[in-house]
């Protein structure tokens, strides 16, 4: 068994409620878990922070209301993420009856379709897998570029990357369920 005085730790689990980072960023509820990591002391007692000597896996899971996936949506995590593929509106993005959520967006890379389109999100029925009807559509091509958006989206909070994997619709709550790699912890002074 490893003490924390070798660097080695079992297992970090960080929880929260009603979450907002100084960008708002925001969530109603906040799960991260990893498994077993070594921390690298030397770093540590440099006072350089906490940086492990290898990334750390595990899952994360975040709660959004309708105003979190709003803040989401348009955050510039996001914005970056989508690299010039959509443009999102967070005035009405919502949960919708335990079904599906609502967003509405912009697809750039359509020179002939620069108009918003209302988008439906579901959950997938496979690990991993969204599905998506733009304007009531399922199989056109702004859909399948809004399903592919979000199932290889990639969110890194300073050294912690978040990739989708599920997600769940409870009552007015998406719960969206992660994949978390953690190549070092943010700082207390986040900047996202």
């Known amino acids: 068994m490893e003490t924390a005085l070798s660097g080695g730790v079992r297992?970090?689990?960080?929880?929260?409620?009603?979450?907002?980072?100084?960008?708002?960023?925001?969530c109603d509820g906040i799960e991260f878990v990893v498994g077993a990591c070594r921390i690298d002391l030397s770093a540590a007692l440099a006072m350089r922070g906490i940086v492990l000597?290898?990334?750390?896996?595990?899952?994360?899971?975040?709660s959004f209301d309708s105003s979190d996936f709003g803040n989401f949506l348009t955050h510039p995590l996001t914005?970056?993420?989508?690299?010039?593929?959509?443009?999102?509106?967070?005035?009405?993005?919502?949960?919708?009856?335990?079904?599906?959520?609502?967003?509405?967006?912009?697809?750039?890379?359509?020179?002939?379709?620069k108009s918003p389109q209302r988008f439906a999100l579901r959950p997938g029925s496979t690990v991993g897998s969204v599905d998506v009807d733009a304007d009531g559509v399922v199989d056109s091509a702004s859909s399948r570029a809004m399903k592919r958006f979000f199932?290889?989206?990639?969110?890194?909070?300073?050294?912690?990357?978040?990739?989708?994997?599920?997600?769940?619709?409870?009552?007015?709550?998406?719960?969206?369920?992660?994949d978390l790699t953690v190549n070092r912890f943010p700082s207390p002074n986040v900047r996202f």
């Open 151 to 178: 199932e290889t989206l990639v969110v890194d909070l300073e050294g912690t990357e978040l990739r989708y994997k599920s997600m769940r619709i409870d009552g007015e709550t998406v719960e969206f369920e992660l």
């Open 53 to 62: 000597e290898r990334p750390a896996t595990g899952t994360a899971r975040l």
């Open 11 to 26: 297992s970090v689990r960080i929880t929260g409620r009603r979450w907002a980072s100084p960008r708002n960023l925001t």
């Open 79 to 113: 914005r970056e993420a989508a690299r010039g593929r959509f443009a999102f509106d967070n005035t009405d993005a919502r949960v919708v009856d335990s079904d599906h959520l609502e967003l509405t967006a912009t697809w750039l890379e359509d020179e002939n379709a």
